[in-house]
């Protein structure tokens, strides 16, 4: 499995990276299946520099804030007005809502429907669902709306990415056992610490990921622009035994 950051900006498009988005790609039945988690503002351009849009088998969106969805509105552009011909239905596994949110953001002057080009499927608490060699399971995580913590297995190899969140026991099974954690970090200790149930630092970051047991690697991401992501990972790094790592756009993960 190979997973690229598109996107890690947290809140907003930063200077040096798109909003939210991480292509996940595996080897299945002769071809390359490739699955975007999230598609935040921004990063429909970037997503083209890894995967012709195509080519892409699912998106899934941990929540419907616009820095983790709002480019869904660019996609349905490329799907429904190619000069070859319009796509069909592409999956996209997202919270209840997620139509009736996408289609207000697309519409100007009414809610458009987009049903013609996405084909929208609920996340659950705990139901996995399977895209190709891909078992994604979603968790249920603490943020201010329905978002999810997505767990992806292929060939027994695990990437766990929290989305937005807070502290919650979730965590652990979402991240246990994991190659790989992409783990909100938007939150600097004593500065945000008023601020419960929204996002994670870096110490709580990896406070979870110890927890969890069995994390080989871990990697802030959603980091806002006005922090230093020096700070956050130095408040990782006082919990988090190894190395800890910071997304970067275009930073590619090839795992077993």
Request: aromatic share 8%.
């Amino acid at each position: 499995m190979k997973v690229t950051v598109v996107g890690c900006a947290g809140s907003f498009a930063g200077p040096e990276s798109p909003a939210s988005c991480y292509l996940v790609q595996a080897e299945h039945e002769g071809r390359t299946w490739s699955v975007a988690l999230d598609l935040g503002n921004g990063s429909l351009g970037a997503l083209q520099r890894y995967v012709a849009l195509d080519q892409l088998d699912a998106v899934v969106l941990s929540h419907l804030h616009p820095d983790h969805c709002a480019d869904l509105t660019g996609f349905y552009v490329v799907r429904t007005y190619h000069p070859e011909g319009a796509m069909p239905p592409i999956p996209v596994h997202a919270p209840a809502g997620a139509a009736e949110r996408l289609a207000r953001m697309y519409a100007v002057d009414r809610p458009e429907d987009l049903g013609d080009r996405f084909d929208f499927r609920d996340l659950s608490d705990g139901s996995a669902f399977t895209v190709g060699p891909f078992t994604i399971k979603p968790f249920l995580v603490e943020h201010p709306v329905e978002a999810y913590g997505l767990r992806v297995e292929a060939d027994g190899t695990v990437v766990a990415y929290t989305g937005d969140t807070d502290e919650t026991p979730n965590l652990c099974p979402l991240m246990h056992g994991a190659a790989l954690v992409l783990a909100d970090a938007a939150f600097v200790d004593g500065r945000d610490d008023d601020k419960p149930g929204v996002h994670l630092s870096g110490s709580r970051a990896a406070r979870a990921a110890v927890q969890a047991g069995g994390v080989q690697q871990l990697v802030l991401t959603h980091i806002p622009a006005w922090n230093d992501p020096e700070v956050c990972r130095k408040q990782a790094a006082e919990v988090w035994p190894g190395e800890v790592g910071l997304a970067r756009a275009g930073q590619t993960y090839d795992l077993g």
